[in-house]
């Protein structure tokens, strides 16, 4: 595509411009349990009339914009009363979980170094089920990655005496999810923290997921053991507002214990010719939209708004639960918020993915076990039905044709 000579009226250019939408995911019509968190029209609406009121402005000047870096403490503030942050604490808005995850281990191995830890070589010590993420953060930083294997009990938690033992002199983190992505499995956070504790190393609790469900869940009954700052050895934190806090794209936070380990975060530069500079995150500029969406929603919904609709996605995880298994498929740990991964022990799960898929349904998948995977929201809660038929619809279909194989091209699944 060439740049128009002449331009082209609003109304056609706009035409053109949802028509390109028409292959996309069907995510208002529930068919999408991933990368879309849908609360419903109403709080899309309050999405994009929040931000369009700050589209323009620019969260990089607070001197200029200080209705924005009051805006972002507030929902700092916020989000630590919600996860236990002591006194003292504190944090910055990113631009997602990726952004938020890069500068914790930012901060982490720059607190190293200050205090004569990691000077040649870092690593991070992680879960095999954590986010990628800390990956593409390492690789920009040339920080060694240990991935360990998850308990071999089923839990699909991360184990904690291997951890430990892969830790050393150079390692400048340790990371727990609460919960993981690919299973939704909350990691035992206390235990973690008892070893962190022990070692001196820094502890990160990647609530990306979960850092804005969870304390909901809570509160209506789930029992969520201690995964944020109520564990002692928890020295940062990312939680994503763009998924259950339902922001606009794209907004995280990334929190810290102590101002004295936020101090590490920031970039502060002024050897050039330009002004001097200090910005917080990776960022330099920040979507004013993205900061007042999320004060915006937040502060509509309340406390009570996100108890009910974080209870309709428990409720909807539930139904699945019992469906699913009803359909020969066994559900992976204990997911207790708003994921949820299931496999097939007799059927390729890869060749039910693809009937969904072709019923119009555009989830996840997993690979460590072949599993299917929900990230679900409230808005769900009305179309599961359908989800659930389709379901069965695709097993029959792919039992059947496994059934007509020759015994020897039927694949063995699982042990």
């Known amino acids: 595509m060439k740049m128009p000579k002449t331009g082209r009226q609003w ?3 706009k035409t053109d411009l949802l028509e390109r939408g028409n292959g996309d995911a069907k995510w208002r019509e529930g068919k999408t349990a ?5 609360a419903g029209d109403e709080i899309a609406a309050i999405q994009k009339e929040a931000y369009s009121a700050y589209m323009s402005e620019n969260g990089l000047g607070p001197a200029a914009f200080p209705s924005l870096a009051q805006m972002e403490a507030d929902v700092i503030s916020m989000a630590l009363d919600l ?22 281990i930012k901060t982490a191995r720059d607190y190293a ?7 040649d070589s870092a690593n991070i010590v992680l879960p095999q089920s954590a986010h990628l993420a800390f990956d593409k953060a390492s690789q920009l930083m040339d920080i060694e990655v240990r991935r360990i294997a998850l308990k071999t009990d089923g839990s699909f938690e991360a184990d904690v005496d291997e951890m430990a033992a892969a830790c050393g002199a150079d390692t400048i983190m340790m990371v727990g999810s609460a919960p993981n992505f690919p299973h939704g499995i909350i990691d035992p956070i206390t235990e973690l923290g008892a070893v962190a504790e022990r070692e001196n190393i820094w502890l990160h609790v990647d609530a990306c997921v979960g850092g804005y469900f969870a304390p909901f869940a809570r509160m209506n009954g789930v029992p969520v053991p201690a995964f944020d700052f109520e564990v002692p050895a928890v020295r940062s934190m990312s939680a994503d507002l763009h998924k259950y806090g339902y922001a ?5 936070t ?11 975060m920031p970039f502060d530069f002024a050897c050039w010719s330009g002004a001097p500079m200090k910005t917080p995150t990776l960022a330099g500029t920040r979507p004013g939209g993205a900061i007042s969406a999320a004060w915006a929603v937040m502060n509509h919904l ?11 996605v428990c409720a909807t995880r539930e139904k699945v639960e019992e469906a699913v298994k009803a359909l020969g498929f066994e559900i992976l740990g204990n997911p207790i918020l708003g994921l949820i ?7 390729n799960i890869f060749a039910i993915y693809g009937e969904m898929y072709r019923k119009g349904w555009f989830t996840s998948a997993t690979i460590e076990p072949p599993s299917l995977h929900l990230m679900l929201s409230p808005r769900h809660s009305e179309f599961i039905d359908s989800y659930i038929e389709d379901l069965a619809a695709s097993v029959k279909t792919v039992a059947g044709a496994e059934e007509t194989k020759p015994a020897e091209e039927v694949e063995v699944r699982y042990s």
């Open 11 to 13: 109304a056609d250019v």
């Open 34 to 38: 991933v990368y879309v968190f849908n």
């Open 83 to 104: 996860l236990h942050g002591p006194a003292g604490s504190t944090g910055a808005m990113t631009s997602g979980g990726t952004d938020s995850i890069t500068m914790a």
């Open 113 to 119: 170094r200050a205090n004569g830890r990691a000077l």
């Open 248 to 252: 606009a794209k794209g907004a995280s």
């Open 254 to 264: 990334v929190l810290f214990r102590s101002q004295e380990l936020y101090e590490f």
């Open 302 to 312: 309340g406390v009570d708004g996100y108890r009910r609709l974080q209870g309709e």
């Open 341 to 347: 991964a299931f496999r097939h022990r007799k059927y």
